[in-house]
């Protein structure tokens, strides 16, 4: 193959659909994404086929249990993505909406304008149904994708995408709006330059990947780093709703990265929080690493060092510090955090808000779980991802997130003096 | 020199500063802005004496007579950048600006605030009341500057840089939110590497330039290519409008962004509008260059070639085409246009509606000039470069500009459940 030649298509087809896809009427693209959702479940035999395919090389691949149980698609699976499309569908449209007004002195009518941003090209893991979730967002935002899962996943990702597009060509929008790339390596290295056709690289996955991506990319990158998500009990807690907040989120769901990796508590109340933290967290099966003023409140924990504190553990595991006060916690996650999520278990307004103006992180939460930084539990609707970084878009990415703007501009032979 | 001992130092400093200065009350940071207006007006005699040291070496780096008008500083122009100052500190602070509030149906309050983005590399060219106009920008938005000017303007900027740096520790803030980067070259390949500390680089200048620091920054750039600017003159404009509107854009002030490179007039109006349109641009110096069409209308017009329809002169030359209808306008600045500003003049609105819906710049505009895509035209207020990119901005780079966002969440106990 001529892999130049063929990431040129491939990037000129999507830019092409790109330009059409831009001011479809939102009817439209809503009509082809409740046809889609009728589609993947109706033809739910001819994806759990191509998914069987991929399963059965899964171990061949190296894919662990969690990964293949990631890759795994079943019927309930399958009406679970098609339900996420079509609540994409009652979503309002992003593109054309008035973001601003004004006049300008000379009569001059400014407004600025919600517009797509092109063509993403979104770089993913095992999960396939990810790959409806993404087509989804990207063509009701008004969006081209090149979508670029894994090998381990490539029946999987056809069979939908064949879906995907004979929904595009029934609704009359054009084919190339969702392109599937072929998964050999050498591609993504190819597209990574092609700033000419693709306006945004989206990868999810491990952080090497995306180190990866950010280092050769000469388009923007939006990345997501890792969660590293900390819960501060202040001196002036409800140490019974910190017991419930920390739990929560550490415990919750442990696997995301919204989830708690470490705590931090003030030496004022660390006698008598750690403790009962402690059991709560080890009765669900939490492996504590604290520093040694822990260690003094609480019997076998390992000690936790720099490492501990800097890691995004995706399990079972959470690290503890005590703290002398909110400004050493704030100085903590300005060294340690990774930009997520944080949270403040707190009664003092003051505490409160020095917390969240000097913590800098996508979201900073007062008195509530870390697990909520969330699309829909923001209100925000589906998230093709949550950003740790602060250019364009922080926190969950949806469809707000994959627009632009433009400036429109309306005089009556207005010139500059 | 160890470079990236120095490199890494900067950085580490901008952040530590930028840290302070994310939390800084308003009233403090204009108070620096007046602060160093005053100053920098008393303290001229020091700038000039700096300006003159760099303007006798100017033909000895190769500057061209614009470039060296550019380099000069007089006390009007000094005058001037304080005024600038001035206006800046009247802007409203977008740190801490309430973009967006919900609340969830669990009671949680979700508020999307303005926070500044945190360590900003400015890269740049001779200029130096750029030097002035950039930092007060970045520190009134809450962040630091790693200001990397050329080499040719060391010396002024070197004494701008001293006025502006004392009247930050007059002000008690950190002294580091305004640092000047050696002008070695090798030292910006080291800092686009440093994304641990940098959080954005704006390159200012040449296309190469800009191209360079896409290629090697690991962390997010802002460009701005270039402003090859279209005036569409359609079927139903008002051809006396058209012409003040062309001549406007075209030699107001030729060697700006903003400025015409190319007119496309519908085939309809080209017999009429032609020939009075060449003589208003003649008897302003403007050079013609036009398609085969053009040609039968207006006698003495060089062939346009395609580098001609895709270049960005900015100076009194202006590519001109004839056109089919506006579907081949759009066609046309799709493939020739940069993203900048385009602009139609036309009496009939579903014209008008059509040419804003599908062109893609960052400001389109309808019965004006495409001089007014400018911060303060629009009511934006001072700029620190007009973006051509699609992410996080687009069009003028003010104060709004260079923050990003973080979502505070305020609850009183909730879990997910």
Redesign the interface.
């Known amino acids: 193959m001529d892999l130049p030649a063929y990431c040129d298509d491939l990037g000129k087809r999507a830019r092409a659909a790109a330009?059409t896809l831009?001011?479809v009427a939102s009817e439209r693209k809503n009509h082809w994404l409740m046809e889609s959702a009728a589609a993947l479940v109706k033809r739910s035999e001819e994806i759990l086929n191509a998914n069987a395919r991929d399963l059965a090389l899964a171990t061949e691949y190296g894919l662990n249990q969690s990964q293949i149980d990631r890759l795994r698609l079943t019927p309930d699976r399958i009406q679970a993505t098609a339900q996420g499309v079509r609540e994409i569908a009652s979503l309002p449209d992003p593109v054309?909406k008035v973001l601003d007004t004004?006049i300008?002195p000379n009569g001059?009518v400014?407004q600025k304008v919600g517009?797509p941003?092109?063509v993403i090209f979104f770089i993913y893991e095992s999960r396939p149904n990810v790959t409806v979730d993404a087509a989804a967002l990207c063509v009701k935002s008004g969006n081209a994708i090149l979508l670029r899962g894994g090998k381990e996943a490539i029946h999987s990702n056809t069979a939908i995408h064949k879906i995907l597009q004979d929904c595009l060509l029934a609704a009359e929008l054009p084919a190339d709006a969702v392109q599937l790339v072929n998964p050999d390596r050498e591609i993504v290295g190819h597209l990574l330059k092609l700033?000419r056709w693709i306006?945004?690289v989206i990868p999810r996955g491990g952080e090497s990947l995306i180190r990866r991506v950010?280092?050769e990319a000469?388009m923007?990158?939006?990345k997501h780093y890792k969660g590293n998500c900390h819960v501060y009990v202040d001196r002036a807690a409800?140490l019974g709703?910190a017991e419930?907040?920390l739990?929560?989120?550490k415990c919750?769901r442990p696997g995301v990265c919204n989830a708690a990796e470490s705590l931090l508590v003030h030496e004022e109340v660390a006698p008598a929080f750690l403790p009962r933290a402690a059991v709560a967290l080890r009765a669900r099966g939490v492996e504590l690493r604290g520093c040694s003023r822990t260690r003094d409140f609480v019997s076998d924990v390992l000690p936790a060092s720099d490492a501990d504190f800097a890691a995004e553990f995706l399990d079972l595991i959470i690290s503890i510090k005590v703290v002398e006060g909110i400004e050493e916690a704030i100085a903590h996650i300005?060294r340690y955090g990774s930009g997520h999520t944080e949270t403040i278990v707190t009664g003092d307004e003051s505490a409160?808000r020095r917390f969240?103006?000097?913590v800098?992180?996508?979201?900073?939460?007062?008195?509530?779980?870390t697990?909520?930084?969330d699309g829909f539990?923001?209100?925000l609707g589906a998230e093709i991802g949550i950003s740790t970084?602060?250019?364009?878009a922080?926190?969950p990415c949806g469809l707000q997130e994959l627009c632009?703007?433009?400036?429109?501009?309306?005089?009556?032979?207005?010139?500059?003096e």
Do not use: W
């Open positions: 330009r831009a001011t054309g004004s300008r001059l400014v517009v941003l092109g700033d306006d945004l950010a280092a000469t923007p990158v939006l409800d709703m419930r907040i739990v929560n989120s919750q300005a409160a969240t103006t000097a800098d992180s996508s979201a900073v939460l007062v008195n509530a779980s697990r909520f930084n539990e923001l209100g970084d602060k250019i364009h922080r926190g632009t703007y433009k400036y429109i501009v309306r005089g009556d032979g207005q010139i500059r």
